[in-house]
């Protein structure tokens, strides 16, 4: 995946419109995306990098510009191509080098009215890495992911339906960044955020061939957006 043509395959075909102005929108990198992921949303194939380096020079590895000003700058220019577009490229920006990067884009994802089924994948993987003030500001907006009848329990249900594997390795990434890195300050598994998101994960997906959907048959199952339910999430 060479400069930003990996936006195309990250994103639905009905959004592929969306997905050229992102690809435009993202700063230019010499280096190109490192390792990728490929998940099934609604019956099509999507395929997300782990990492990406955009506004990184390969001389220094770092940002071209300081991060506040960096993101400053990308915000604004996302924000005036309307809202779905920004939505899009804070998704991107989720799979950014940066932590810091990564906590500002999730949090501008979440703070729309509408969850789509596209944004699954990529809310989902920041549950199975390593900074756990990120995995905090998920279960701080998904507080009912776990609930049975709720909207997100449906929509998160459906995708891990999906992708099985998904679970799977979330599940074992969680344990294994709890055990290096957390295990002091949350002697107990089950009070670290990513297992007790795991744990509502793992009951959604068990719960995903009920009749748990009539929130999601109002609005119909379309790739653009899914309504939230009870207003905007925190985050």
Request: glycine share 8%.
């Amino acid at each position: 995946m060479s400069g930003n043509s990996w936006v195309a395959g990250a994103f639905p075909a009905a959004l592929r419109a969306e997905a050229t102005v992102v690809a435009k929108l993202l700063p230019r990198s010499d280096l190109s995306p490192s390792g990728r992921f490929t998940v099934d949303v609604e019956g099509e194939r999507l395929t997300i990098p782990y990492r990406i380096y955009n506004g990184v020079t390969r001389a220094t590895a770092q940002l071209t510009v300081p991060s506040d000003v960096y993101w400053g700058g990308i915000v604004d220019a996302w924000e005036a191509e309307g809202a779905l577009v920004a939505s899009m490229a804070a998704a991107a920006h989720t799979r950014s080098h940066d932590g810091w990067a990564r906590q500002r884009a999730l949090r501008r994802l979440l703070a729309g009215p509408v969850l789509a089924p596209w944004m699954i994948p990529f809310i989902v993987q920041l549950v199975g890495e390593y900074v756990v003030q990120i995995v905090d500001d998920i279960a701080e907006a998904l507080p009912d992911v776990g609930v049975p009848g709720s909207v997100h329990q449906a929509a998160f249900g459906r995708y891990l339906g999906e992708n099985p594997e998904v679970l799977r390795l979330t599940r074992a990434r969680v344990a294994s960044y709890w055990d290096c890195y957390y295990r002091r300050a949350y002697p107990a598994i089950e009070d670290y955020p990513g297992q007790r998101l795991v744990a509502a994960f793992s009951r959604a997906a068990s719960a995903s061939s009920l009749d748990l959907t009539p929130a999601l048959r109002q609005t119909g199952p379309s790739s653009r957006a899914t309504h939230i339910a009870d207003g905007e999430p925190a985050g």
